[in-house]
Every structure is written in structure tokens, then in C-alpha cells.
């Protein structure tokens, strides 16, 4: 996978720029906001499971194993709160230059796009977003526990 910089204009895409890589290497967590200024859009995408460094990576606790076990469940992830983070500091940046926004994931990172829109709306109390996930096992059961 190709390292981003901030501020690199994404190859292909005209007017699109890395604007923040969100990393945690304890749990594994990885996002990434785009951002592009004449059509007044952000986007935060959510990484999916990788193994990094062979099997210590997938059992090591607050894994990617461990989130997708628990995904499954509908239980806690560390991931999440880490999403919650970016979703969060993604909404403020959006907000704050009046940008529409959408975010995106692949089966975990597509759990937690799912989850960023539900947050967004929520607890953000910001309606100007979208998502697009791709083979998401689903955060129905999830986010229907949630007591609002």
C-alpha cells in the first residue's frame, strides 16, 4: 500500500488532497480525510483489517482479529473510539467551512463509516453527510442498542 502525505494531490483524482492520516499502530486503526476545495467535499475513509506484521498482529489484544470477532457481536472495538475521533475532528473541519462530507470504509472500516454517520448525526448534531461502505457486515443490531 502506497504511504499518503498530508497535503499530496491524491494521483488521478484533480482537485483532491490528503488533508490528515489518523494512525494508531497499538490497535492497528487507520484513516484517512480527503479533501477537495472547488467542489467544497471532504471525505473520511476507513481503513479495513490488514495483517502488518504476520500473526502478532492479528492476536495481540486490541487487534484487527479481536475487532472483527467482536464486530460480529456487536461489542466494543478500541477501533471505534479511535473513528469516533476522527469522525468527530472530520465533522469540525466540515463545519467549519461549510463542506459536505462523506465517508467510506471496506468490512471493519466500512463498520466504522457506518458508525461515523450515525455519530455524525447523533451526537455531532451534523446532517450534511453520506456514506458509501463496501462488504460491511452490518452495525443495524449495533447501533439499534444504542440508547439515545
Wanted: proline residues 1%.
Amino acid at each position: 500500500m502506497k504511504e499518503l502525505n498530508i497535503g499530496e494531490q491524491v494521483t488521478n483524482l484533480e482537485n483532491w488532497e490528503v488533508h490528515k492520516i489518523f494512525t494508531n499502530p497499538n490497535n492497528g486503526y487507520y484513516g484517512a480525510t480527503f479533501i477537495n476545495h472547488k467542489n467544497h467535499h471532504i471525505i473520511l475513509a476507513h481503513r479495513g483489517a490488514v495483517v502488518i506484521d504476520g500473526m502478532r498482529d492479528i492476536v495481540w489484544k486490541d487487534s484487527i482479529l479481536e475487532a472483527n470477532i467482536a464486530m460480529l457481536f456487536n461489542a466494543f472495538v478500541i477501533q471505534q473510539f479511535e473513528a469516533y475521533q476522527a469522525t468527530n475532528e472530520t465533522v469540525q473541519l466540515a463545519q467549519d467551512k461549510n463542506y459536505s462530507l462523506s465517508v467510506t470504509g471496506y468490512h471493519l472500516g466500512a463498520w466504522l463509516a457506518e458508525q461515523s454517520v450515525y455519530f455524525s448525526r447523533m451526537d455531532f448534531h451534523f446532517d450534511n453527510i453520506k456514506g458509501v461502505t463496501f462488504e460491511s457486515p452490518g452495525s443495524n443490531d449495533l447501533l439499534g442498542s444504542v440508547d439515545i
